[in-house]
């Protein structure tokens, strides 16, 4: 590690000072990406034999809980134009383009007994035009959307997901090992477990509250962490040697700063950091929990009169499995906290109140976060960090974004800075290459460096002022300040 970070100094970035302009230079090894997710962008919700997913029943059968009452039957329709996706990356000339793959559209029903032709063929197709464009892919496995076969079977909840997931990574790795090289396990756990089985901060698929919050909030994350390690495993036992690729976790975090320079929040901030960044890479680097969860969390239910904590425990082999079991770390960064300590809590629900996050208020824009938690978790976990997603939303889809160039400016050379102070950092993805289905948001919240036009039925993109800033970054390999 030492060698390494001697070679990260070693004059990789000349920074130019102006008047009041500074221009950072790109490493040349560093890369530029964008990124999309399948249930997003891809629509052909029920082509070619693909399974539902937990997001195809949410949106369909819980009146209410997307905003614009949308779904992704259609999204972007990129399942059958990605040929013009890839061309629109082309433009933006981007060297990666992080997308992923909809499990339901590759194992109809969840299980690894059945593949789905079409669904290899749809994956084949974009990697190849990929790779003919002379973009590298970046493959999530997982972002959100779980076959609902598994889901009803108890989904996240159930421990026969891990084997599960682990026999669907294997068929990915059959089919398209041999081009993909960067493979992402799953998208932002926090949310999954937070969102999808707690309903803290909103809610989402498959919004399944059938076991008590926060158990279910610290369950699923367990089951999530050991099918990410299965997933490496897997790798590493049968397809490392021929293949030759990487595999990695995206995690999603903020940067949790003290909101005055007392014990108690300085305390409180590194709390907060740990229940959502250390919650799940401590796991995985590591092989257990961040040590102020297992304290906080076993004393917070002892007071509650419960016999144990709500927070798993991995067994002696599972933590020696776990630890060091992914080559790179993707990090999600939208937006920074600053923390308050404080005994109460908002959400009228049990909630553990040691997580410091009882009091937080959100910074945003906030890029010197950014650059914190990139230097945090290169020194902590020691291994290649890339930004897997940031971007700025707004509700119009404005081709005149000059928003959002301030904020990925910003953020660009937050990421520069943190490879400057040392951080091992490669590269950066901009969520999201175009306007798409946002979740419980709909339609309503737009990230897009292309304007989708939802109401064509050709969904025609259009670039933004930004996917033109974006281009002559890339193309320019220089960024400047003003
Ligand atoms: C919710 O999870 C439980 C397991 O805790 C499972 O029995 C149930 O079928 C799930 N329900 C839905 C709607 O996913
Ligand atoms: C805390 O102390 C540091 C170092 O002295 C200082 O830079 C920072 O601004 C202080 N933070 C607050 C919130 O006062
Ligand atoms: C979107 O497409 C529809 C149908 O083709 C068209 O009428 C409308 O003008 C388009 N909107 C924009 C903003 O281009
Ligand atoms: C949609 O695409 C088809 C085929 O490329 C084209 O003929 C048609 O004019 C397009 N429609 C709109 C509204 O752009």
């Known amino acids: 590690m030492k060698t390494l970070l001697g070679l990260f100094f070693a004059g990789i970035i000349a920074v130019v000072q102006g008047q009041s302009c500074t221009t950072y230079q790109v490493p040349k090894d560093f890369f530029f990406a964008a990124a999309t997710a399948a249930f997003?962008?891809?629509?052909?919700?029920?082509?070619?034999?693909?399974?539902?997913?937990?997001w195809d029943i949410w949106t369909h059968y819980f009146p209410g809980v997307i905003t614009d009452n949308s779904n992704g039957d259609i999204a972007c329709d990129s399942y059958h134009l990605y040929k013009v996706d890839i061309q629109n990356l082309k433009k933006?000339?981007?060297?990666?383009?992080?997308?992923?793959i909809s499990w339901p559209r590759i194992l109809p029903d969840g299980n690894a007994n059945s593949v789905n032709p079409a669904g290899i063929q749809y994956y084949n197709n974009l990697i190849n035009e990929l790779i003919a464009a002379g973009i590298e892919p970046m493959a999530t496995m997982f972002h959100f959307d779980t076959p609902t076969t598994l889901s009803d079977a108890g989904g996240w909840l159930s421990r026969d997901i891990v084997d599960k997931f682990g026999d669907y990574a294997r068929v990915l790795y059959q089919n398209f090992g041999d081009r993909v090289k960067n493979w992402l396990t799953i998208n932002e756990p926090l949310s999954i477990s937070t969102w999808g089985y707690c309903g803290l901060d909103g809610v989402q698929a498959p919004g399944n509250f059938s076991m008590q919050c926060p158990w279910s909030k610290y369950l699923s994350a367990h089951y999530l962490i050991l099918a990410h390690a299965k997933a490496y495993i897997i790798y590493d036992r049968e397809f490392r040697s021929r293949q030759r690729g990487r595999v990695g976790i995206v995690l999603s975090t903020g940067w949790y700063t003290p909101a005055t320079n007392t014990t108690e929040d300085i305390a409180a901030a590194n709390r907060a950091r740990d229940f959502a960044l250390g919650w799940f890479a401590e796991p995985i680097f590591f092989g257990d929990y961040p040590q102020s969860m297992k304290e906080g969390i076993a004393s917070k239910s002892t007071s509650e009169g419960y016999t144990t904590s709500r927070l798993p425990e991995f067994s002696p082999l599972e933590k020696l499995l776990l630890k060091g079991s992914a080559d790179w770390l993707g990090i999600n960064y939208y937006y920074g906290f600053s923390i308050n300590n404080r005994v109460t809590f908002p959400y009228g629900i049990p909630q553990e109140q040691v997580d410091g996050s009882t009091n937080r208020n959100v910074l945003y824009p906030y890029p010197q976060g950014l650059r914190s938690v990139l230097n945090y978790a290169s020194q902590t976990y020691k291994v290649p960090v890339v930004v897997t997603e940031n971007g700025y939303s707004d509700g119009t889809g404005t081709l005149d974004d000059?928003?959002?160039?301030?904020?990925?400016?910003?953020?660009?050379?937050?990421?520069?800075?943190?490879?400057?102070?040392?951080?091992?950092?490669?590269?950066?993805?901009?969520?999201?290459?175009?306007?798409?289905?946002?979740?419980?948001?709909?339609?309503?919240?737009?990230?897009?460096?292309?304007?989708?036009?939802?109401?064509?039925?050709?969904?025609?993109?259009?670039?933004?002022?930004?996917?033109?800033?974006?281009?002559?970054?890339?193309?320019q390999r220089s960024i400047n300040s003003c």
């Open 40 to 54: 997003q962008v891809e629509g052909g919700a029920k082509a070619d034999g693909k399974g539902a997913s937990i």
């Open 92 to 100: 933006l000339g981007v060297q990666q383009y992080r997308f992923s």
């Open 402 to 475: 000059t928003i959002r160039i301030d904020f990925l400016r910003d953020h660009i050379i937050a990421t520069l800075q943190a490879r400057q102070d040392g951080a091992n950092i490669q590269g950066y993805t901009v969520w999201s290459l175009m306007d798409n289905m946002e979740w419980s948001s709909g339609y309503t919240v737009k990230y897009g460096l292309y304007q989708v036009n939802f109401t064509d039925p050709n969904r025609t993109r259009t670039p933004k002022a930004s996917a033109s800033w974006y281009t002559n970054v890339i193309a």
